[in-house]
């Protein structure tokens, strides 16, 4: 019923720092670019702003896929209240639990195969890493 609303919440909260982590990375990268080390030789690396891109393409993914087949099978309501299980108390009650158990899991197992992802980027990174490392030497 409103199950994809708990992984809206953290795409909310993803995208925030989405936006912070991006702007702290541009801080540190403008006295870079304004000395002239635009081409300088970098490790590769990964950065927050990216990896928090990553999850959040797969939260609003899963948010808008999950909104539009709710909206679909009519679930989901183009007048308020929105939701066609706050009708009732006793339908409201059922989407609190299906939110409470459904939409928390479903946010935390997308986010541990984010995590996985990342770990997986890490470890190809410190190869091409090695692999560079290998090649100045």
């Known amino acids: 019923m ?19 982590a991006k702007k702290s990375e541009q801080k540190i990268q403008a006295p870079k670019l304004a000395d002239g080390e635009k081409f300088s030789h970098e490790e590769p690396k990964i950065t927050w702003s990216k990896r928090l891109s990553w999850l959040l393409g797969l939260l609003w993914g899963g948010v808008l896929l999950l909104a539009f087949e709710h909206f679909w099978h009519g679930e989901v309501v ?60």
Not at 7 to 20: D, K, L, M, R, S
Not at 93 to 122: D, F, N, R
């Open 78 to 137: 183009p007048f308020p209240p929105f939701l066609s299980a706050m009708s009732s108390p006793e339908d409201t009650a059922e989407m609190l639990y299906e939110m409470s158990t459904v939409g928390v899991s479903m946010a935390v197992t997308v986010t541990a195969v984010w995590g996985a992802i990342c770990a997986a980027a890490e470890v190809k990174v410190k190869k091409i890493r090695q692999s560079l490392k290998k090649s100045e030497a």
């Open 2 to 20: 409103a199950c994809f609303i708990v992984p809206a919440a953290e795409a909310v909260v993803v995208t925030a720092a989405y936006f912070v």
